[in-house]
T-cell receptor, first 110, second 114 residues
Framework: NAGVTQTPKFQVLKTGQSMTLQCAQD?????MYWYRQDPGMGLRLIYY???????DKGEVPNGYNVSRLNKREFSLRLESAAPSQTSVYFC?????????FGDGTRLSIL | QQQVKQSPQSLIVQKGGISIINCAYE??????FPWYQQFPGKGPALLIA?????SEKKEGRFTISFNKSAKQFSLHIMDSQPGDSATYFC?????????????FGQGTTLQVKP
């Protein structure tokens, strides 16, 4: 089992460009999450999907959109990237506890 | 607002020593307190977790101590090893609503010197 798979692993964007980060899980989990990790700030929740067909804002949703494509896939979109969105992005999924994390997408915006 | 505060930010311990990381929370509705371990280039992975109906949980060299009245919990790593060098995050979640959202602390970078 691959668990939670994130693509791409690295990406460099220019300010104003758009991009979609992909996440897929093969554990048949109902809930999926997107976090960003910044130095000294831990992981902060951007958006989550408690079940297929539902999405909700987390702590830092501004500048992002999400799509729960099906039970397996949950994508995160940056419509107009800004330097403040330079971060490491993690996707996670869970059935009950705990959450299982992917290995992240390292995103730099110039 | 930072609902879960973690300290210290970084920690250096000699091999064989005890590593202690502390967390404090504000929301009394939290009822699940996990610790995650993260190695460079990897995602966080669950290390150990506790619910507030117990004051301590031990798994091998890792122990969570929980103080409900003080709204604090801590991770103790006994006989610390160089392989324990990683970033550790505490977190908290509330069962109501069943969304499973985790609120993370700021993280502690642990270095265990040989």
């Amino acid at each position: 089992n691959a668990g939670v798979t994130q693509t791409p692993k690295f990406q460099v964007l220019k300010t104003g460009q758009s991009m979609t980060l992909q996440c897929a899980q093969d554990m048949n989990h109902n809930s999926m999450y997107w976090y960003r990790q910044d130095p000294g700030m831990g992981l902060r929740l951007i958006y989550y999907s408690a079940s297929e067909g539902t999405t909700d804002k987390g702590e830092v949703p501004n500048g992002y959109n999400v799509s729960r494509l099906n039970k397996r896939e949950f994508s995160l979109r940056l419509e107009s990237a800004a330097p403040s969105q330079t971060s490491v992005y993690f996707c996670a999924s869970r059935a009950n506890q705990p959450q299982h994390f992917g290995d992240g997408t390292r995103l730099s915006i110039l | 607002q930072q609902q879960v505060k973690q300290s210290p930010q970084s920690l250096i311990v000699q091999k064989g020593g005890i590593s202690i990381i502390n967390c404090a929370y504000e929301n009394t509705a939290f009822d699940y307190f996990p610790w995650y371990q993260q190695f460079p280039g990897k995602g966080p992975a669950l290390l150990i977790a506790i619910r507030p109906d117990v004051s301590e949980k031990k798994e091998g060299r890792f122990t969570i101590s929980f103080n409900k009245s003080a709204k604090q919990f801590s991770l103790h790593i006994m006989d610390s090893q160089p392989g324990d060098s990683a970033t550790y995050f505490c977190a908290a979640s509330k069962r109501s609503g069943n969304t499973g959202k985790l609120i993370f602390g700021q993280g502690t970078t642990l270095q265990v010197k040989p």
